[in-house]
């Protein structure tokens, strides 16, 4: 009788520890910013706020998460003309057919298509658990990420851009090649057909943006200097699409969704293990003389412009509160006119470079955006 009534205790014991660790190991119980984890209460209640702003696009810019040289990410967002609802567009960048993403990650699409809310602030992905967090789903918690929302486009200019998106989907599934658009097979490449040059093309031979340059590497250069002195940037890309909007009359704005800087996920697949809180968080780079230099350490004139223009056009700040953990603007400002906003930033730009290179102190004329 005694054995039996420990037999029972143990047993009992046992499906106590078999439930907590149940507990502990499920997506409810995982850490705040954290893949499978808790993410902000109030993830649709903020993205309707954002939307009763009748903006048709947003260009979203992620920044760069290494030490010098990190371009970046391009995606762009697509709003529906009835419901509102806002599809994310996003070149993937293990669709490169290479063995060591063969397995592991998400290879269906070139392009991933998902809600704008998924891609900023979820913690689970629509595309199942393959796909990649930070990357795919749950920017922020990764790094920052700023929106150019542009007003006034046609219905038919962005249903021609969701289908060229679809096109890209279909060429690579058809391991296609040498298309208008690409003079290899269509699949990821970080160089030739990488986040910028998707989005780029998508404009100019979707939507017709003739003027829209979106450069490639010589068809019979193998070298990958060669490659990289022609390749798309991201935000070399997002300048240039800001331009041919504003020639075509659209209104633009901007708004920056800041890093959640307490999450503690660390991919799996990536070497060396760095937990997402303590990756760099570097505003993405164009091609310049400081191309290589630290996160805050910018002072070409090149890279100061970019990140005026996009200061003076911002009209949000957006944040995860640390003790509420809910969404939240922490900033909002009058946006400047495009045209206004980039001759301030090539005059502030111009002076403050040279008063860096003159290593005095001084108080610069621009101001960065992300800086308060």
């Excluded at 070149?91 to 998400?106: C, T, V």
């Excluded at 799996?268 to 993405?284: C, S």
């Excluded at 996009?310 to 400002?333: C, F, G, H, M, P």
Aim: charged share 25%.
């Amino acid at each position: 009788m005694k054995s039996h009534r420990a037999s029972g205790k143990r047993n009992a014991v046992l499906g106590l520890a078999v439930a907590w660790l149940a507990f502990a190991t499920s997506p409810a119980a995982a850490e705040f910013g954290t893949k499978g984890g808790a993410e902000p209460a109030n993830i649709e209640e903020f993205a309707s706020f954002l939307r009763q702003d009748p903006y048709d696009l947003e260009l979203l810019i992620s920044y760069g998460t290494s030490n010098g040289g990190s371009a970046g990410h391009l995606a762009l967002a697509i709003r529906g003309p009835d419901t509102g609802v806002e599809t994310v567009y996003s070149a993937n960048f293990y669709a490169d057919r290479s063995r060591k993403h063969a397995k592991g990650r998400y290879t269906a699409d070139l392009m991933v298509a998902i809600p704008k809310s998924e891609y900023l602030f979820r913690t689970t992905s629509s595309l199942g658990d393959t796909a990649a967090f930070g990357l795919d789903f749950g920017e922020i918690y990764k790094r920052s990420v700023i929106g150019v929302r542009v007003y006034g486009v046609p219905v038919q200019e962005k249903q021609a851009l969701a289908g060229f998106m679809r096109r890209l989907n279909d060429d690579y599934q058809k391991r296609a090649r040498n298309t208008e658009y690409h003079d290899r097979e269509v699949r990821y490449d970080y160089l030739r057909l990488n986040c910028a040059k998707t989005i780029g093309s998508a404009f100019r031979y979707g939507a017709g943006y003739s003027e829209l340059d979106v450069t490639s590497a010589p068809i019979l250069s193998g070298r990958r200097i060669v490659a990289a002195a022609n390749a798309n940037l991201p935000t070399e890309m997002a300048m240039k699409l800001l331009a041919q909007w504003d020639a075509r009359g659209y209104r633009m704005d901007a708004v920056l969704y800041k890093k959640y800087l307490g999450s503690t996920y660390i991919d799996p697949h990536d070497e060396p293990k760095v937990a997402f809180k303590d990756l760099p968080n570097r505003f993405p780079s164009v091609l310049s003389r400081d191309f290589r230099s630290e996160q805050g350490e910018y002072e070409d004139s090149d890279n100061l412009f970019v990140m005026y223009v996009l200061y003076n056009l911002a009209k949000y700040s957006v944040q995860v509160n640390e003790q509420t953990k809910l969404l939240e603007v922490a900033r909002t400002k009058t946006p400047r006119p495009y045209v206004e906003a980039v001759q301030l930033a090539a005059e502030a730009a111009r002076s403050d470079s040279e008063d860096y290179g003159r290593r005095v102190n001084f108080r610069p004329k621009g101001t960065r955006i992300g800086e308060q």
